[in-house]
């Protein structure tokens, strides 16, 4: 079945540094979303992706979306203490079933 | 400001007992996701509903879960009998999919941590 493969695991940074996360799916996918976890909260939906090459910026947040439709990453530039999380992506069939990568762990140290 | 609510919010159990959770999705949503984090596996789909109906439910243990929705506004997971490895935070997220939606954005409950001892 359908596989999400996220790397980092785990990342601390110091605040003002930059933070990058990748995604990488088995299959070829028709979009692409990306979730953010707080200590002790739930996942809370960023932004979808859904064409090949497709960038967006939230702010200091970079989303990319791979040519393939099988890789993206999320750049945080200049981190700050607030973006402390887990980031997840999550792959799949638009309407159907996500499949969730396994997050990378951000810490930001001030 | 429309939210998914589940309760409880936290329950400890003892081993062999039934635990139900329950979820209200947001209304209007036509798609309710059942997930289990845990440290180890990650964030895990157990099932999903569309419309009411049940349209996968593969991740779920079928012996001793089960996941239903009497109505449009409640979905609710049962595991009977509990086990300690059930221990873990249990999320419902609701959705919309259909004709004129150009996302499938999952909205996340606060979640219910189980705890089985």
């Known amino acids: 079945g359908q596989q999400v493969m996220q790397i980092p695991q785990y990342q601390h940074v110091q605040e003002g540094e930059d933070f990058t996360t990748y995604c990488n799916s088995s299959?070829?996918?028709?979009?692409i979303q990306w979730y953010k976890q707080r200590p002790g909260g739930h996942p809370v939906f960023l932004i979808q992706?859904?064409?090949?090459?497709e960038v967006k910026k939230q702010k200091r947040l970079t989303f990319q979306f791979g040519e393939a439709k099988k890789n993206s990453s999320l750049h945080i530039t200049a981190t700050q203490t607030t973006d402390v999380g887990t980031y997840f992506c999550?792959?799949?069939?638009?309407?159907?079933?996500?499949?969730f990568g396994a997050g990378t762990i951000l810490r930001v140290k001030s | 400001d429309a939210r998914v609510t589940q309760t409880p919010r936290h329950k400890v159990t003892e081993m062999g007992q039934e635990v139900t959770m329950r979820c209200q999705p947001i209304?209007?949503?036509?798609?309710v996701f059942w997930y289990r984090q845990t440290m180890m596996q990650g964030l895990e789909l157990l099932a999903y509903f569309r419309n009411r109906a049940p349209l996968d439910d593969s991740g779920m243990p079928k012996d001793r879960f089960s996941a239903e929705m009497p109505d449009a506004t409640l979905a609710t997971l049962k595991i009977q009998p509990s086990e300690p490895r059930d221990s873990a935070v249990y999320f419902c997220?609701?959705?919309?999919?259909?004709?004129?939606?150009?996302?499938?954005?999952?909205?996340f409950g606060p979640g219910t941590r189980l705890t089985v001892l």
């Open positions: 999550a792959g799949g069939e638009y309407g159907n079933k996500l499949v």
């Open positions: 299959t070829t996918l028709s979009n």
């Open positions: 997220a609701s959705g919309l999919v259909g004709a004129g939606v150009s996302t499938d954005t999952q909205y």
């Open positions: 992706l859904v064409k090949s090459g």
């Open positions: 209304l209007g949503h036509n798609t």
